[in-house]
């Protein structure tokens, strides 16, 4: 299947990707030398794209409120999610209209207090 978007963690011990392993795409980490595969979501979203917090506390990433099987179109509902690696509880953030281009690249502030992404105005 479809493996995607990978990201190290800021410490280096972890590399976060999503992946299309467990049948619907969802967030996964791995050891850098692709050992101790983890699958860390399982709901009923279309999860991509998992960025780390500089300070490892946490990771952003994109949910399709809709299966959208191995792919991550534009102008669909979508939801930024936040996952505490402490706890593992997930906090949905908000719901727009976004999707590819949305959070595809890292970006969190240094400090670990704000990221950037993009949302789509669908006028």
Known sequence: GL??????????????????QSGKMEIWRMKPNGSEKEQLTNDAYSNWFAHPS????YFVF???????????????????????LN???????CLFLGGQGTINV??????SKHFAFVSYDNQ
């Open 62 to 84: 994109i949910s399709y409120l809709e299966d959208q099987g191995d792919r991550h179109p534009p102008l669909k509902s979508v939801a930024l999610r936040l996952y505490d």
């Open 87 to 93: 706890t593992k509880e997930i906090k949905s953030l």
């Open 106 to 111: 890292p970006s969190w502030s240094p400090d």
């Open 54 to 57: 500089p300070d490892g506390k």
């Open 3 to 20: 493996d995607d978007g990978p990201e190290y963690s800021p410490d280096g011990k972890y590399i976060y990707y999503n992946s299309m």
